[in-house]
């Protein structure tokens, strides 16, 4: 399946390509290219670099990272500029990124940064850089305890998203990427949460979550292609993510950190309580996401966290404007609302509700 991203307002066009075959339209975008380097991590080039070689058919350089949310940081993003300035990358240079979302955003960042801008090529290997991470043009690092500080608006010229890539991901990963298309489901477009049903714990992959990842990729050029700079509709994506990025970072400097799907899952379970006390939604929407979250084996609690700690890190969130928290809230399976500023007492009840 073939779509097309606007993305307003350059007239720049991103296509993203869904499909087994999706491979065999690399040469189609990677011609007419002084140099071309893919970078990847460790696991995806383990798996994936193989066929990608085979269907670019020429030389490339290539950049491995070590695998992890821990090295999306400024560091490995001023690694890969100096190695792309070591092998005489140019301005008409190509940059084709391999890999998970992590690999998605520090790979479209190095492209914004380098030379002021490069063409880039992205071709995701996880089911969360599938469903969500590749769609849209969000491009970053983190910047100390904070995910995602520094980064850029930089569409890729293409998304070349192949399903099979899935075979090798461990269950946890899947998993992860699950919670992304839950979360679409539940804030926009609930035809996902029927093909979620469809989906047997025991047997995730398959043509059930396919399809619920295409409809996921798809809910999402749609927002994006109606506000691509996030001042109204993107917004509704963010569901689950203050709380949850604010865990994610905290969980990061333990020794058990959450992968960004889960502390999303639990992200969701304590803004869909949220919702609920600020009579957003019914109290069965509540149980219903959580139901759906613990079906996948995904949290919907933590314990490693006070609530002091996570609500300075809300407030530091890029999201936020001065003082005021923007929550991104369900309404309903398939309709969420943004913008919404709630009452303390809740926020904090609702983070308490997920904290054991
Ligand atoms: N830019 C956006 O709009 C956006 C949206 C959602 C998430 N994100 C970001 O995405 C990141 C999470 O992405 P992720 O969950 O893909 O993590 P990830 O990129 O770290 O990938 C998870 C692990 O799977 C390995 N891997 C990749 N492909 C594989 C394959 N085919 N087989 C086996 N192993 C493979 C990777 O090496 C890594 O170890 C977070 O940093 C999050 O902030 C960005
Ligand atoms: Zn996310």
């Known amino acids: 399946m073939d779509y097309t991203l606007n993305n307003q307002p350059k007239s720049n066009k991103t296509e993203v390509i869904i499909g087994e ?17 893919i970078i990847s991590d460790e696991s995806a080039a383990k798996y994936c670099l193989g066929p990608v070689q085979d269907a670019l058919g020429r030389k490339v350089e290539k950049i491995i990272l070590p695998d992890g949310e821990a090295n999306k940081n400024l560091r490995f993003a001023e690694d890969i500029l100096r190695q792309l300035r070591e092998a005489g990358f140019d301005r008409k240079s190509l940059i084709i990124g391999l890999g998970g979302g992590v690999i998605n955003d520090i790979v479209g960042f190095a492209a914004s940064m380098y030379m002021r801008g ?18 849209g043009g969000k491009t970053g690092v983190n910047l100390g305890g904070y ?16 399903p099979k890539f899935l ?21 926009a477009d609930a035809e996902i949460l029927d093909e979620v049903q469809k989906i047997e714990p025991e047997k995730i992959l398959g043509v059930h979550l ?18 691509m700079y996030e001042s109204g509709g993107r917004k509704l994506l963010n569901f689950g993510h203050t709380i949850g990025h604010a865990l994610e970072s905290i969980s990061l400097e333990t020794d058990e950190p959450l992968l960004h799907g889960e502390a999303i899952s639990i992200g969701m379970a304590a803004e869909a309580k949220l919702a609920e006390l600020e009579d957003v939604c019914k109290p069965e929407l509540v149980e219903n ?6 079906r996948f084996g995904l949290p919907t609690s933590y314990k490693h966290a006070v609530i002091g ?9 890029k999201k936020n404007v001065g003082k ?24 904090k009840e609702a983070i308490k509700s997920v904290i054991i």
């Open 289 to 294: 996401i959580k139901e759906t979250l613990t």
């Open 167 to 187: 075979k090798t991901l461990p269950l946890r990963q899947i998993r992860n990427g699950l919670a992304e298309i839950i979360k679409m489901g539940f804030i």
């Open 118 to 135: 490069v063409d880039w090529l992205v071709l995701p290997t996880t089911l969360i850089a599938q469903a969500d991470a590749s769609i």
């Open 210 to 227: 396919n399809k619920a990842s295409e409809l996921a990729a798809k809910a999402k050029i749609e927002i994006v292609n109606s506000d």
């Open 21 to 37: 075959d999706a491979l065999e339209q690399l040469g189609r975008f990677s011609g007419s290219y002084t140099k071309t380097a």
């Open 309 to 317: 700690d996570i609500l300075e890190r809300i407030l530091a969130d």
């Open 324 to 347: 005021d928290i923007n929550w991104t809230l369900p309404k309903a399976a398939g309709e969420g609302l943004y913008n919404h500023l709630a009452d303390d007492i809740n926020i």
């Open 147 to 162: 995910k995602n500080m520094v980064g850029s608006f930089w569409p890729p010229k293409a998304v070349l998203i192949n």
